[in-house]
């Protein structure tokens, strides 16, 4: 019996993967879905416990979540839509037919923040710190769901992560990888770039670093530009070994947008530190200090 997915360079042979966890009164459940809803409790998770630390009110990020999933939800499902070929409004309630694109979150989530703060009379860019570290959060457990989906993977590599998908569980085979389809024991693979995974071990690493710098931080909101400046920088040379990307033209719409992204976050950068955004307000949790006298 062959794999299902096989990392053959670490020796990792992963059997029946089923996108199906189970059905309920007929319905299928895939795990895409599952995974899904994951990531947005474990970004809910971060984000609370950050706003506990810092000695903001958790409920505000309770009352955020019920405003920023059904908008990301349209965003993502939007973004997809519009820079795939073929698609078009009467396709947005078929997410069984695939797919939602993270900048679309990204490009909402962030306005959305940010008018909520407003209308809460919030520390905006405070607001955005805590909340960027959660948006990072779900992203890493996100793009597992790619993973399970035998999707958003990269082109030809015989590299250390080289990861082998069954050509006859694809969705769909990219018409670049058909000349690299390699046969074992009468089962065919294709070998590509895991791209779920080095963005997600990415995000890893982002989010990593940005718990070990936000006490040190120079300003409200830059954390949020750091993300800008990271994500955008790293997503921009992933997508170059991705082979589904969504198109403008000849263009890769993610690397433009990533593009667009990191220079946000630069010009960001440089206003924060100038004090456009305002003095850094005392974050520290007032339980802690009390417990430290």
């Given at each position: ?9 670490i ?8 996108r199906?966890?189970?059905?309920l ?9 599952i ?29 955020l979540?019920?405003?920023?999933v ?5 965003g ?14 009467g396709?947005?309630?078929n ?23 407003k ?15 959660g ?18 993977y ?52 982002l989010?990593?670093?940005?718990y ?27 997508e170059?070994?991705?082979t589904d ?23 960001g950068?440089?206003?924060?530190r ?8 005392n ?11």
């Open positions: 019996m062959q794999p299902d997915v096989w990392f053959y360079n020796g990792i042979r992963i059997y029946n993967l089923p199906v966890a189970f059905s009164f007929g319905l299928e459940i895939f795990w895409y879905g995974i899904i809803v994951l990531a947005v409790c474990t970004g809910y998770f971060i984000a609370m416990k950050e706003a506990r630390n810092t000695g903001q009110n958790p409920q505000d990020y309770s009352d979540l019920l405003w920023v059904p908008i990301c939800t349209v993502a499902r939007l973004y997809f839509i519009i820079f795939t070929p073929g698609m078009g409004l396709d947005f309630f997410f069984r037919g695939g797919g939602l694109a993270i900048y679309g979150v990204v490009l909402v989530a962030v306005p959305t923040a940010i008018i909520f703060a209308i809460r009379k919030l520390n905006v860019w405070q607001l955005t710190d805590t909340a960027v570290l948006l990072i959060g779900g992203q890493i457990i996100g793009r597992w769901g790619n993973f399970i989906n035998r999707e958003a990269g082109t030809f590599t015989e590299g250390m992560l080289a990861m082998r998908y069954r050509v006859d569980q694809l969705s769909h085979l990219p018409q670049e990888l058909t000349p690299y389809i390699m046969t074992f024991d009468g089962v065919e693979y294709i070998q590509v770039h895991p791209t779920f995974l080095y963005e997600s071990l990415y995000n890893f690493i989010l990593s670093g940005l070990l710098y936000r006490k040190h931080k120079s300003f409200n909101g830059e954390l949020l530009m750091i993300y800008f400046i990271w994500y955008g920088t790293g997503r921009a040379f992933l170059t070994l991705r990307s969504l198109m403008i033209g000849n263009f890769r719409t993610s690397i433009i947008t990533s593009v667009i992204l990191a220079a946000i976050g630069i010009i950068m440089i206003y924060g100038m004090g456009y955004f305002g003095a850094l307000e974050t520290e949790n007032p339980k802690r200090k009390n417990k430290n006298r």
